[in-house]
């Protein structure tokens, strides 16, 4: 299996559960209800009309025809069918990524938590779709998968999870890509301090700035505790747009459900973040291209 089976699991959950925001699998800044709120302090109630005009922008920007694969640690968490993972399950080997010095194995664990976390819940969206009569070869085969990633995540205990903060910081500091903003988003970027605040803001605009997808969503919805301006948060939004499958439209759920509470921006921020999505665009496509 390849390691986006993961996404197709989660674009299949989404038709399932209709609701974009709850299985998309972001790592939301610092949970549902605190995404970046309106700058210039007017009412909720009037974010979903700037999200409008935000959204105006990435349908003026060229599609993307060449999508980049996430690097997400729930799509990487994605083991083969030939998994090398035994009855032992994930525990021990969250633990060795605990006690070792590879971010990449780090960053692994973190996946492994993820998918431990939202098995449960994928589970119960797969069984309900199939109880309502759903049966097709696509929903029998996820339902299998995630049966065997149940398996594996009986070893994987509360005291490991309490580990993730930990871990994704580990991958930070490594150079993973998403990373910082996973660590924002689990561990809540103001707990930090002001050294560390600064490391993780490095990371994420690097990583931002160099097309990661997970980071650019997580970056654009954040508030203004992460210390990020207006004009970048809605570069990367229009760069996540670009750079996803199905990228522009996911960003018109979020809109008309009043995730993005942006207010609209002038012309001159308009054209401005047109333009950097579009070098930070050309940049991921530029590195992919070139692969490893």
């Not at 969503?217 to 948060?233: F, K």
């Amino acid at each position: 299996m390849s390691t986006n089976s993961f996404s197709t699991r989660s674009t299949v959950a989404l038709a399932l559960i209709g609701a974009l925001v709850l299985c998309a699998g972001f790592w939301w800044p610092t949970g549902k209800d605190t995404v970046a709120a309106p700058e210039d302090g007017k009412a909720v109630a009037t974010a979903p009309k700037a999200a409008e005009a935000v959204l105006a922008a990435p349908a003026a920007l060229p599609s993307s025809n060449a999508a980049l694969p996430a690097s997400a640690p729930r799509e990487l968490a994605r083991p083969p069918e030939a998994s090398p993972i035994g009855s032992e399950g994930y525990g021990p080997h969250i633990e060795r990524a605990r006690d070792g010095t590879d971010p990449k194995a780090a960053w692994q664990a973190v996946g492994w938590l993820e998918v431990c976390r939202v098995n449960p819940t994928e589970m119960q969206a797969f069984q309900q779709a199939r109880d309502n009569g759903a049966m097709h070869e696509e929903l029998t085969r996820l339902i299998v998968l995630t049966q065997a990633e149940a398996r594996r995540c009986q070893t994987v205990t509360a005291q490991h999870q309490t580990l993730l903060p930990e871990l994704a910081l580990q991958a930070m500091r490594g150079g993973i890509a998403g990373a910082g903003a996973a660590y924002a988003g689990l561990h809540r970027f103001e707990q930090a301090d002001a050294d560390l605040q600064a490391e993780l803001r490095s990371a994420i605009r690097r990583d931002a700035n160099a097309g990661e997808r997970m980071t650019l969503i997580n970056a654009a919805l954040s508030d203004a505790r992460w210390g990020l301006s207006y004009e970048e948060r809605l570069s990367y939004l229009l760069a996540y747009g670009l750079l996803s499958p199905g990228g522009q439209e996911q960003l018109m759920n979020l809109g008309q459900n009043g995730h993005i509470r942006m207010p609209a921006p002038s012309d001159a921020q308009a054209a401005a973040a047109k333009a950097a999505a579009q070098r930070i665009a050309d940049t991921a496509k530029a590195g992919s291209s070139a692969g490893p």
